[in-house]
């Protein structure tokens, strides 16, 4: 079993930065991919960024290509999502999750953390 706690969200104005943390629980945080999804208001939640476990291997979404970057510490259980440049339709509440090696399963999710950016 993993908990996950994100924090970090807040409220910033446009071409602002904030970074969002997810804070694991458990000793087998270095086994899971992670990832960071985000919903929108009226959108249904999609993936934003995935790291593999190791933190050798990242992903991201074109719309937040050059602006996000996620990582991650093993020795902190801590996965990151540094966000620059951030613009108005980046508002959304943003979650962690853990999940499978090959990365395309999520087996854990956090509370998520409210993101808003003022234009």
């Known amino acids: 079993q993993v908990q996950l706690v994100e924090s970090g969200g807040g409220l910033v104005q446009a071409g602002g930065f904030l970074r969002l943390f997810c804070v694991a629980s458990?000793?087998?945080?270095?086994?899971?991919?992670m990832a960071w999804f985000r919903q929108r208001p009226g959108k249904d939640r999609e993936s934003v960024a995935t790291?593999?476990?190791?933190?050798?291997?990242?992903h991201s979404v074109d719309s937040v290509k050059g602006r996000f970057i996620i990582s991650r510490d093993n020795t902190k259980n801590t996965v990151y999502l540094q966000m620059n440049s951030l613009k108005p339709e980046d508002t959304a509440v943003y979650y962690c999750?853990?999940?499978?090696?090959?990365?395309?399963?999520?087996?854990?999710w956090g509370q998520g953390t409210q993101v808003t950016v003022s234009s």
């Open positions: 999750a853990a999940g499978s090696v090959t990365v395309d399963k999520w087996y854990y």
């Open positions: 458990g000793r087998t945080f270095s086994s899971y991919a």
């Open positions: 790291i593999t476990w190791n933190g050798d291997t990242t």
